[in-house]
Structure formats: structure tokens, C-alpha cells
């Protein structure tokens, strides 16, 4: 049997095909050449093509939107939407499209680019996060989009946490037994699996013990950033004229411009009128004028990588200039580590209030976890690794391949007679 796992993620997703009693990183063709990471994006643009709308994910959604970004629509993080009741479409240009829409057309420009690593695979076992992103998310709505956003691949779908995946990975570089956690932190959740781990050779080498997760994670931090350095000159905080009043401008508008998976929506009919009206009773119209022009502009992927590079920067040295133009706005603004960390400190207190409760799902304490493993792209930011070596000692931490570790676990997990432990 064809054997994939397949890590859908909010910024990323990777492919891996099971091989023998192991698993290897499915190569993904890219404008430059090949990769395992496939972000997770999608650019929508007019073309004489049947439905008058082209389509392409990955880095070839970047390439698309390097090219002609005011001509094209740029998705990114969609993922974060799919247990949002309030999500219903997203406009683009004449047509409306459901999360399942979205999620088909990414696999779709995905399985044209693996190789027919798709076109063959019997069984895809997916990653899913423990709790969904955003305010209240429905698990059984996202269930039901996911099962309509894979039925195109014709093949046998399993659903799986997604840190149980990187738990497989993680156990096949193990030669001894061990009780272990792990931190699977992406760009929509933090995900939290304890698993106790037999040694190599035993019945059932590996046994779930319990799990917890939150929607807190990278876009969050992407949030405090453009929060404290961005919206201020957007309009946030500012007033707007309402008869003889002076009215604290909604948050409304800027709630959505800081969250990646809505941003390219706001560019439609409707919003772009309550800007322009807002635009005329604010008492700082400019400050409006240049919302509307990052958003006219489809200023959103630049922005994301300003925030990004940030973060990076961040995660090796102490200090670093955050820089971003476009839209009719310029900023750099010099960032400390100390002022990020402190911009999230909230937010991290609430992951590690989510690792204890996944300790108490699992009926056990701090001391008798024998190795932290951390994986994720957020899981690279310091404060996180400081959060984890306070509570469980730096000793006990382990890292590695961030990106790729739940794909290759889940492929692992495909080959296990009984996959009925697994299943989420």
C-alpha cells in the first residue's frame, strides 16, 4: 500500500511518503528548484482559463504575486479559518469560494507539483491540531471541511494530532524507552502531546497518554508586532467624527487586517466603502488613506515577510530593525528582543497554562517527563525555549528538523497495523 503523511499547515505543509520500515521527505517542485516545505498560500488572478479565474499555491503562489501583485488576490493562513462559524466565502473577483474550495485548489496545484506522489498514495494519513485556531472553533464544522477538501485525492484519509506525528518522528531516533512531550508549535496553534515510548522491538512502541492545545502561536506574535509597530500609523487609536461627537474608532477593521487569513479578503465592495467613509469622518483621514492603500495595493505578503524577518532576526541576536514600505507607507523602527518578548508575554503564559493541562489529561507531572521535544517553526523563538527549559530543564530538551517532523511522523503512523490508537 502507497503510504503519505501529510502535514497541512496554517503557514507550511510537507509531504511524506512511507518507505520500507522508515519514511522520506516528498520533494516538492518550486520556482528555484525542489522542497519539502510548500507554503501554505494561494494566489488567485483573471485569466482566459474556464472560470475566468487562475489559480497557484505554494512558492508558485509567491512567484505569481512577485510578479503582478496588484493583479492577483494573495491568501495566506487560510487554515486559521476552518472551524470559524463566522467564515462562510471568500470573495474573489466575480466568484465566492468555501474553506473547502480553497483547501481543494491547494491540493489540487499541491499534487501537480509532488511527482504523482498524490496521484498514487492509497492512504494519507493527516495531521490536525489538537484545538483549532480562532474563537470558538467547531471541531465537527473543520472535520466536515476537511473530509470535503480531501475527497478529490480518491484516496483513504486518516486524521491524526498533529504532535503525535512529530512523537513518531521523534521515537525513531530513540533506542531506549521514554515518557515524552511534545510541543508542536505552528503558525495557528500550540499542540501539546505527552506519549509514553517502549523500547525498540516491543508489541506497541509508542502509547498516547493525552493532549491539549491552544490557538495561540506564530500569527499571534505576527499580531503583537503589527499591533504595536504598524496599525498606530493605520488609524488605531485613533477618532472619528460622528455628528458633534468624537468616537474611538472600531477595532473591527483592524482586528481583521492583523490576521493573515483575512487580510487579502478585506479587498472587496463592502469593506473597501466603510474605509472610504471612515476614511472622510476621521480626524486623521491619512492614517486611513494608507490602510486602504496597503490593502488596494495587495501589500500583504511584503508585510507578512517584514514580520517574519523580524522574528527571525530576533530568535539569533538581541536587537534588529524592522522595515517595511509599500502602500503609501514607510517604516523602520528599531525592536529589541526584550520589547517582543514582553509584547507576548501573555500570550506565552496561556501556552504554558495549556502544556499543564495536557500534564494533567495525562495523569502526570513535570518530573516524570524524560524529554521535551520541540518542534514547529515558532518553536524557534527563544522565549519559547526558555518558557520549557525553566519548567523542565534545558538537559531535557530536544529539537530538530521543525518543519518536517510531523509529515515524516505521520507517514510512520500509516504503516501500523492498527492505526485505531492514533486516530483523532
Request: glycine share 10%.
Amino acid at each position: 500500500m502507497s503510504i503519505l503523511g501529510l502535514d497541512f499547515g496554517t503557514t507550511n505543509s510537507v509531504l511524506a511518503r512511507a518507505d520500507g520500515d522508515g519514511a522520506t521527505l516528498v520533494p516538492l517542485d518550486a520556482p528555484s528548484g525542489t522542497d519539502a516545505v510548500f507554503r501554505s498560500a494561494l494566489c488567485f488572478w483573471q485569466d482566459e482559463v474556464p472560470g475566468g479565474i487562475a489559480v497557484e499555491a505554494g512558492p508558485w503562489a509567491i512567484d505569481e504575486y512577485l510578479h503582478y501583485p496588484e493583479g492577483c488576490r494573495f491568501l495566506q493562513s487560510f487554515k486559521s479559518v476552518a472551524a470559524s462559524p463566522s467564515f462562510d466565502t471568500a470573495p474573489i473577483f466575480t466568484k465566492r469560494y468555501r474553506f473547502e474550495d480553497l483547501g481543494a485548489r491547494f491540493l489540487e496545484r499541491m499534487r501537480a507539483r509532488s511527482h504523482g506522489a498524490l496521484d498514487d498514495a492509497e492512504r494519507i494519513v493527516v495531521g490536525r491540531p489538537v484545538t483549532y485556531a480562532g474563537h470558538r472553533p467547531d471541531e465537527a464544522l473543520a472535520r466536515t471541511r476537511y473530509d470535503a477538501m480531501f475527497a478529490g485525492l480518491g484516496a483513504q484519509i486518516a486524521y491524526v494530532y498533529e504532535p503525535l506525528g512529530a512523537a513518531f518522528s521523534h521515537a525513531a531516533a530513540l533506542d531506549h524507552a521514554a515518557t515524552i512531550l511534545v510541543a508542536d508549535f505552528g503558525g495557528g496553534t500550540s499542540d501539546f502531546s505527552v506519549v509514553r515510548l517502549e523500547s525498540p522491538g516491543a508489541d506497541r512502541r509508542a502509547r498516547p497518554l493525552g493532549h491539549a492545545g491552544i490557538g495561540i502561536a506564530g500569527d499571534q506574535f505576527d499580531r503583537r508586532i503589527l499591533d504595536r509597530l504598524v496599525l498606530p500609523l493605520l488609524g488605531k487609536g485613533g477618532t472619528y467624527r460622528s455628528f458633534d461627537k468624537v468616537l474611538e474608532i472600531p477595532a473591527g477593521h483592524f482586528t481583521d487586517f492583523s490576521d493573515w487569513s483575512r487580510l487579502a479578503l478585506m479587498r472587496n465592495r463592502k469593506t473597501m466603502a466603510e474605509l472610504d467613509k471612515l476614511r472622510r469622518a476621521a480626524t486623521d483621514p491619512d492614517a486611513i488613506e494608507r490602510m486602504i492603500a496597503v490593502i488596494e495595493g495587495e501589500q500583504g505578503y511584503p508585510l507578512y515577510d517584514a514580520v517574519g524577518q523580524v522574528k527571525r532576526a530576533l530568535s539569533v541576536q538581541d536587537d534588529t530593525i524592522f522595515r517595511f514600505e509599500g502602500g503609501g507607507i514607510a517604516i523602520e523602527a528599531p525592536v529589541t528582543r526584550a520589547q517582543f518578548e514582553h509584547w507576548i508575554a501573555d500570550d506565552l503564559a496561556r501556552i504554558m497554562a495549556t502544556v499543564d493541562r495536557a500534564l494533567e489529561v495525562a495523569a502526570i507531572d513535570a518530573h516524570a517527563i524524560d524529554r521535551v521535544f520541540l518542534t514547529g517553526g515558532t518553536s524557534l523563538t527563544p522565549a519559547i525555549r526558555n518558557a520549557f527549559a525553566a519548567r523542565f530543564g534545558e538537559t531535557r530538551l530536544a529539537s530538530g528538523n521543525e518543519l518536517t517532523s510531523v509529515a515524516h511522523g505521520l507517514a510512520l503512523i500509516g504503516q501500523q497495523d492498527d492505526m485505531a490508537a492514533w486516530l483523532a
